[in-house]
């Protein structure tokens, strides 16, 4: 499976973007689709993620409560609605798709290329 991430971007401190990751097949309900960050200089971390099945959302500390992720299964896409962004969000986010939830990157078998989100304050 190819997954395509984008919607990322330049925006305020305090302001929002949307990231879809759109997926080249149809998600089975035992996966699981994470978000990923990686800032320069900093080892990639975990955002968030959703079962497709069930659709039971994690989120890393630091984010919940300002970002939501969602799906689309008719689309086999999900969204990362990242509200209130602050300088420390700015990184490349990328969505991955595996069969077990987990919050290392091992967990996860396919990787989209990224998404650029830059954070002005």
């Known amino acids: 499976v190819q997954l395509q991430a984008s919607g990322g971007g330049l925006v305020q401190a305090g302001g929002s973007l949307r990231l879809s990751c759109a997926a080249s097949r149809r998600i089975y309900s035992s996966g699981v689709v994470g978000w990923f960050r990686q800032a320069p200089g900093k080892e990639r971390e975990f955002v968030a993620a959703?079962?497709?099945?069930?659709?039971?959302?994690y989120y890393e500390d630091s984010v919940r409560g300002r970002f939501t992720i969602s799906k689309d299964s008719a689309k086999n896409t999900v969204y990362l609605q990242m509200n209130n962004l602050k300088p420390d969000d700015a990184a490349v986010y990328y969505c991955?798709?595996?069969?077990?939830?987990?919050?290392?990157?091992?967990?996860?078998?396919?990787w989209g290329q990224g998404t650029l989100v830059t954070v002005s304050s």
């Open positions: 959703i079962r497709w099945g069930s659709g039971i959302r």
């Open positions: 991955a798709m595996g069969s077990e939830y987990g919050t290392t990157q091992a967990s996860y078998n396919y």
